[in-house]
């Protein structure tokens, strides 16, 4: 019988289209340690149709964009939990990602940190450091809106 959801697949993949795949998915290896699952070349062999990495437990597809087949650049955000964010965010800036936000603490309860690749796809890495309740995460938000408005005046 054939599963509708692929081995080691999700209901949701992330597919990202850029422009030198091959290139992003050395970066990837190095910056985020993926791991590359498999990779089809179109007939030229320069561009890669499809490739399918994996970080941690999640897989992604990417591919080089192909405009004649409506494949054109993304322009997405993705977002990496994992147990040391601070190690992880490291290693991605010293592979050449650029800082967009430097490691913090959030009122939510996460330690993130936000960076870009030279393809323009943000990353996002973060640790859960709080567990919160509803209530807690209401009151954290309204306190982090109030010291942003006195921010402001």
């Known amino acids: 019988m054939v599963k509708p959801i692929p081995e080691g697949l999700h209901t949701l993949t992330p597919s990202l289209t850029v422009e030198g795949a091959a290139e992003a998915i050395e970066f990837y290896k190095r910056a985020f340690g993926a791991e590359e699952r498999s990779r089809a070349l179109d007939p030229s062999g320069t561009k890669v149709w499809h490739a399918e990495l994996r970080i941690g437990n999640s ?3 990417i591919n080089d964009t192909a405009p ?3 494949a054109t650049p993304s ?3 993705l977002w990496i939990y994992t147990e040391d964010a601070d190690k992880a965010f490291d290693r991605a800036v010293k592979a050449g990602a650029k ?7 959030m009122f939510w309860g996460d330690r993130v ?3 870009v690749d030279r393809w323009n796809i943000k990353w996002s890495i973060a640790k ?3 567990e ?3 209530a807690e995460m209401k009151a954290a938000q309204d306190a982090f809106v109030a010291q942003m408005q006195k921010q402001k005046k």
């Open 113 to 115: 940190g936000m960076m």
């Open 132 to 134: 919160l309740s509803a």
């Open 128 to 130: 859960r450091i709080k």
């Open 59 to 61: 897989t992604f597809f």
């Open 75 to 77: 322009f997405s955000s």
């Open 68 to 70: 004649e087949m409506g």
């Open 99 to 105: 800082v967009t936000m430097p490691m913090a603490d």
